[in-house]
């Protein structure tokens, strides 16, 4: 059974979302505080973490950004701020999706099984023991990724791209094509998650790496990994 922590200060919402993934046979432990929830995320194993934003002592972007600094797990942040910058603000500190109040019970399911099944089977493909490009390898047991020799920490969204790129290394891959490969789901706006998403991808790769992009960008069409 997957286990999720859910951090959320509102006790109404906390039950409500407690129930849903209960009943939906998920193991859930539920705290109040964003430092109770950092605490048992440094010393359990968790599937997922839900964590709200608007939380007391510490706010959740403070905590996802101290979240990022020792673990990768799968982290859908709970916004009621309908914002786009808002949005784009918490994927750049590395949540891997939001859902924002009022939320609809089934999207949350929705989203909670995308991640989870994105997390444990990348695109659904049978995994080689590894992939290389350049000075990148990738280690599909472990979902370990080294630049360099150096090992980098990726989200489980930033990690589906850079797999995907590097098992069709000539392909090109629309915004379109990249989110429905790793999702399994339809893209059904053109919004700016997608380009937030690379653009992560690419700073870490380039931090730690012997060149200065290894993702192109084909103007009008979408990207693939750069030629040589």
Same mark, same amino acid.
């Given at each position: 059974?997957?286990?999720?922590?859910?951090?959320?200060?509102?006790?109404?919402?906390?039950? !409500?979302?407690?129930?849903?993934?209960?009943?939906?046979?998920?193991?859930?432990?539920?705290?109040?505080?964003?430092?109770?929830?950092? $605490?048992?995320?440094? &010393?359990?194993?968790?599937?997922?973490?839900?964590?709200?934003?608007?939380?007391?002592?510490?706010?959740? $972007?403070?905590?996802?950004?101290?979240?990022?600094?020792?673990?990768?797990?799968?982290?859908?942040?709970?916004?009621?701020?309908?914002?786009?910058? &808002?949005?784009?603000?918490?994927?750049?500190?590395?949540?891997?999706?939001?859902?924002?109040?009022?939320?609809?019970?089934?999207?949350?399911?929705?989203?909670?099984?995308?991640?989870?099944?994105?997390?444990?089977?990348? /695109?659904?493909?049978?995994?080689?023991? @590894?992939?290389?490009?350049? $000075?990148?390898?990738?280690?599909?047991?472990?979902?370990?990724?080294?630049? @360099?020799?150096?090992?980098?920490?990726?989200?489980?969204?930033?990690? @589906?791209?850079?797999?995907?790129?590097?098992?069709?290394?000539?392909?090109?891959? @629309?915004?379109?094509?990249?989110?429905? =490969?790793?999702?399994?789901?339809?893209? !059904?706006?053109?919004?700016? &998650?997608?380009?937030?998403?690379? =653009?992560?991808?690419?700073?870490?790769?380039?931090?730690?790496?012997? /060149?200065?992009?290894?993702?192109?960008?084909?103007?009008?069409?979408?990207?693939?990994?750069?030629?040589?």
């Amino acid at each position: 059974m997957q286990k999720i922590l859910l951090i959320e200060d509102d006790k109404e919402i906390n039950g !409500l979302l407690c129930r849903i993934l209960e009943n939906n046979n998920y193991s859930v432990q539920s705290v109040f505080t964003g430092i109770e929830g950092l $605490d048992l995320l440094r &010393t359990e194993q968790f599937d997922m973490v839900l964590l709200d934003i608007m939380l007391p002592y510490k706010s959740g $972007d403070e905590i996802l950004r101290e979240l990022r600094s020792f673990s990768n797990v799968p982290a859908i942040m709970i916004t009621a701020k309908d914002l786009t910058q &808002t949005k784009v603000d918490l994927l750049r500190l590395g949540a891997d999706d939001y859902i924002t109040k009022p939320f609809d019970i089934d999207e949350v399911l929705a989203r909670v099984e995308a991640i989870l099944r994105r997390y444990n089977s990348p /695109h659904g493909i049978a995994a080689a023991d @590894s992939l290389s490009f350049q $000075d990148i390898v990738m280690d599909c047991d472990s979902k370990r990724v080294t630049v @360099s020799d150096k090992g980098i920490a990726l989200t489980i969204t930033e990690y @589906s791209i850079l797999e995907l790129l590097m098992r069709n290394p000539s392909k090109i891959f @629309s915004k379109r094509n990249l989110f429905e =490969s790793i999702s399994g789901e339809e893209y !059904l706006s053109d919004d700016n &998650t997608m380009n937030v998403h690379i =653009s992560n991808l690419r700073q870490k790769l380039r931090e730690v790496g012997k /060149h200065e992009s290894y993702i192109e960008t084909v103007y009008g069409m979408g990207y693939r990994l750069q030629k040589s």
